[in-house]
């Protein structure tokens, strides 16, 4: 057994483990923090997205020994003060979701790629990479496309960014 420390949705949190334990893992199985879900297990889908120092990974691809010391944030750590982050109210709003399975997921990894898109990082549909891409509908897709969503939700999914984008350009 190893003892890890991190901070999970703002919260310091030490436990003991096995150094193979998943983070997925640890957040579902020892901290009980179900939101975050197991999909294939492979890194392919994308629902266990979280984010570890505001990046998104896959949760169920990391071990819970290489985030010691890092901040960790789930679904259940967007909400401040009671209040929905913009991105869970925008998917709503949207229909960005019909089963649900995906969406903690998909809104975890659109956090992080409105972080890396606000910092300047490219994807493989930027047109002019010395210049800021714009968010179209085509740069989100790309950029969500490690997030897979088995209800075809896409177009709400693209939707509710585009919503939220649009709101912090008037902010």
């Known amino acids: 057994m190893i003892s890890v420390r991190m901070r999970v949705n703002g919260s310091e949190v030490s436990v003991a483990l096995e150094p193979q334990v998943s983070l997925l893992d640890l ?78 997921g998909q809104i975890c990894s659109a956090v992080g790629m409105l972080a890396e898109h606000g910092a300047g990082a490219p994807s493989a549909v930027t047109e002019h990479l010395c210049s800021a891409a714009a968010l179209t509908d085509a740069e989100i897709r790309e950029r969500m496309s490690g997030n897979l969503c088995r209800c075809g939700a896409y177009n709400g999914i693209v939707g509710a960014i585009q919503e939220v984008v649009g709101k912090e350009a008037v902010r």
């Open 27 to 104: 957040l579902r199985g020892r901290l009980g923090l179900t939101g975050t879900k197991r999909g294939c297990d492979q890194g392919a889908c994308g629902a266990c997205t979280v984010l570890a120092d505001g990046e998104r990974i896959n949760s169920c691809l990391a071990l819970a020994v290489q985030y010691e010391g890092r901040d960790i944030t789930t679904i259940e750590g967007l909400a401040r003060d009671g209040e929905a982050h913009p991105l869970q109210t925008a998917f709503v709003r949207n229909d960005g979701l019909q089963c649900g399975y995906c969406t903690s």
